[in-house]
């Protein structure tokens, strides 16, 4: 029993500090109850134990924080920190072939992070958006939480089936709570658009608004669906897009919105845009109602610089935008959470039209595939695949039908893969 409030100062100290002073404290007090006979006092020998060791970590923690990382840092501000690289240096990566284009696009990008020697190895879950029942994404949802990263095809939602059904898209942000869609808009010199100097980043809100799944019949006829607007997502949103704008050197932030009709929830949006804004007066702040925005993009789009905006209005904005710079077969997009992150193509279209015809622009994948890289911090790699695809596009000019080329999907693989040979870099046989 006299033992007991030891035990329970050992304990507390772990859990506050739980860090290698706990391993030096826990050698220290053995030391000394080794050198010093028990008796009635084995709390006063911990405790002069215990306070020295609290005051030197203090003291260490407060002169040089970075001996002691956070164990937290994570949790910060919404920062998303890839997983580390495991087996030799080596990441694992869900991947999600999807439908239409989704399979035979990532079997490219397989074939070009093989070519290249990247250090990453897929762990391909099927989704079947066929059925009704959950059980596939919801495997691949614990594929993902067990790698931290995915790279993912479009999944169909039909809206032929049951309204009980749920997008699988959905389900899959949802779940892990992957808030911001992130798109990246710019002009590429070797394709030929109406509007040129077009470089607008735009930031989604990925979890609620309209795609809540909230609606049902009230009586015969009458349909209510639900749209949500927390001021926490809000809130979260909005930093997330001004504190990505000030990491990219960008002037402004535009809130896009309509609480001219909906004053509560859009409201709330908008409100809480303008609260993040008045935390960074190095950026302009503005706010556009969504009609307008559409117009002013396809008459002005290089008024815009970064774009926040709720989730439906981003879905048209970001359809708007990549038709912009030469449609859904150009334009990357990620997904991006506490703790996990999904890459895609911006658009989220399945491409069913075209699938399995070797005619589908491998660029807006091949893209993400090099976004993936560059948040797993593979930045060589990630540099090397994206300059021989720019380079494909913007010099070799070999462009699939799309934007007006006769190249097919392989062709334009296999230039990428050559110009990848010519710089010199780890390569497998071509």
């Known amino acids: 029993m006299q033992l007991l409030p030891i035990y329970f100062l050992d304990l507390f100290y772990y859990l506050w500090v739980k860090h290698l002073f706990y391993l030096l404290f826990k050698l220290g007090s053995a030391l000394y109850l080794y050198f010093q006979p028990l008796g009635g006092g084995e709390v006063s020998l911990y405790l002069p134990l215990l306070g020295f060791n609290m005051f ?201 919105h ?8 859009d409201g709330l949006f908008l409100q809480c845009c303008r609260e993040v804004a008045s935390g960074y007066p190095d950026i302009t702040f503005d706010s556009m109602i969504v009609d307008n925005t559409t117009m002013q993009l396809v008459s002005k789009p290089q008024q815009f610089d970064v774009m926040v905006m709720p989730n439906l209005y981003g879905n048209v904005v970001s359809n708007v935008c990549a038709g912009l710079v030469g449609g859904p077969g150009l334009v990357p997009g990620a997904n991006y959470g506490r703790d996990y992150a999904v890459f895609e193509t911006a658009t989220r279209n399945t491409g069913k039209s075209i699938a399995d015809r070797n005619i589908a622009n491998p660029t807006a994948m091949l893209l993400a595939s090099c976004m993936m890289l560059d948040h797993l911090k593979l930045y060589d790699h990630a540099s090397s695949i994206r300059n021989a695809i720019l380079t494909t596009m913007n010099e070799t000019r070999l462009h699939t039908a799309d934007i007006g080329g006769q190249g097919t999907t392989s062709e334009v693989v296999q230039s990428i893969m050559r110009f990848i040979q010519s710089k010199g870099q780890l390569i497998t046989e071509l």
């Open 56 to 256: 030197f970590y203090l003291t260490v923690k407060l002169t040089c924080p970075s001996a002691f990382p956070a164990v937290h840092l994570h949790l910060q501000k919404g920062e998303n920190i890839p997983p580390p690289a495991k087996y030799g240096g080596r990441h694992t990566v869900t991947l999600i072939p999807g439908d239409g284009i989704g399979p035979e696009l990532l079997n490219h990008v397989r074939e070009v992070f093989r070519f290249s020697c990247v250090p990453v190895d897929f762990e391909v879950v099927h989704v079947n958006s066929a059925v009704e029942t959950e059980d596939d994404i919801n495997n691949a949802i614990t594929a993902i939480r067990r790698n931290g990263v995915a790279l993912k095809g479009n999944i169909e939602t039909k809206h032929t089936m049951a309204p009980s059904v749920k997008s699988r898209n959905n389900l899959l942000r949802t779940s892990l709570d992957l808030y911001a869609n992130v798109m990246h808009c710019q002009s590429l010199p070797g394709v030929q658009t109406r509007h040129k100097n077009i470089d607008i980043m735009i930031i989604r809100e990925n979890t609620e608004g309209e795609y809540s799944s909230l609606e049902h019949e009230s009586v015969s006829g009458v349909v209510e669906s639900l749209k949500i607007i927390t001021r926490n997502n809000s809130l979260r949103i909005a930093d997330y897009a001004f504190r990505l704008a000030r990491e990219k050197g960008r002037r402004r932030v535009t809130a896009v």
């Open 258 to 265: 309509k609480a001219n009709i909906m004053k509560l929830g």
